[in-house]
């Protein structure tokens, strides 16, 4: 079983939607981070979070420690916020901490 | 403006050869990576260097190799042991380093395809 997994692995919204991506984690972390992957396969960090809420314009972020469980959040979905949205989680490794992956939410949204 | 590079945007490979992939960085940050990412599953750590002149392994680092001469510049080879390299490169760079947590900044990265 993979310690970070995404839900949904894609989804299609129309235009306007409020849209929830969800990513749930099996390991104690100390950090978790959203990124947007365009189509082209450059990656952007959204939000780095350890706790409570964290809001960047129509972008919400929000982690349950407890529940190990963390979702993005888009309001008024707009056909450029398609993307892959990735969700990764700060773990204690060997060598400090490290950032472990899941596979990714593929979002399109409608015109 | 600053920003990570990646060279080539796509590269092929003949069986047996060794290539090399570009990243550069005048972000003026200490920690540099090299991520490998396959259709449906996450990206996964090869190499990283938090100073120059040092780097270790990540976690699929075998077929692999990389150099840290200078603070701009951390090129990846993908050795002919590599026996599977066709995937989608990525290079990140961050302030400080894997013992901190603090945002990685990537590049666009390399395709890598084998003939």
């Known amino acids: 079983k993979n310690e970070v997994e995404q839900s949904p692995q894609n989804l299609t919204a129309q235009e306007g939607e409020f849209i929830t991506i969800n990513c749930s984690y099996s390991?104690?972390?100390?950090?978790l981070h959203w990124l947007q992957q365009h189509p082209g396969g450059g990656i952007v960090s959204l939000f780095m979070?350890?706790?409570g809420k964290k809001k960047h314009g129509r972008l919400i972020a929000t982690i349950n420690i407890q529940e190990k469980h963390s979702s993005l959040h888009i309001t008024a979905s707009h056909p450029r916020d398609s993307a892959v949205y990735i969700c990764?989680?700060?773990?204690?490794?060997?060598?400090?901490?490290?950032?472990?992956f899941g596979a990714g939410t593929i979002l399109r949204v409608k015109s | 403006d600053g920003g990570i590079t990646q060279s080539p945007k796509y590269l092929f490979r003949k069986e047996g050869q060794n290539v090399t992939l570009s990243c550069e960085q005048n972000?003026?940050?200490?920690?540099m990576y090299w991520y490998r990412q396959d259709p449906g599953q996450g990206l996964r750590l090869i190499y990283y260097?938090?100073?120059?002149?040092?780097?270790q392994k990540g976690d699929i680092a075998e077929g692999y190799s990389v150099s840290r001469e200078k603070k701009e510049s951390f090129p990846l080879t993908v050795t002919s042991a590599q026996k599977n390299p066709t995937a989608f490169y990525l290079c990140?760079?961050?302030?400080?380093?894997?013992?901190?947590?603090?945002?990685?900044?990537f590049g666009p990265g390399t395709r890598l395809l084998v003939l």
């Open positions: 260097s938090q100073i120059v002149n040092d780097f």
């Open positions: 972000l003026n940050h200490d920690a």
């Open positions: 979070l350890s706790s």
């Open positions: 390991v104690g972390i100390s950090a």
């Open positions: 990140a760079s961050s302030i400080e380093g894997i013992g901190h947590q603090e945002t990685q900044y």
């Open positions: 990764a989680v700060s773990k204690k490794a060997e060598y400090g901490n490290k950032l472990v």
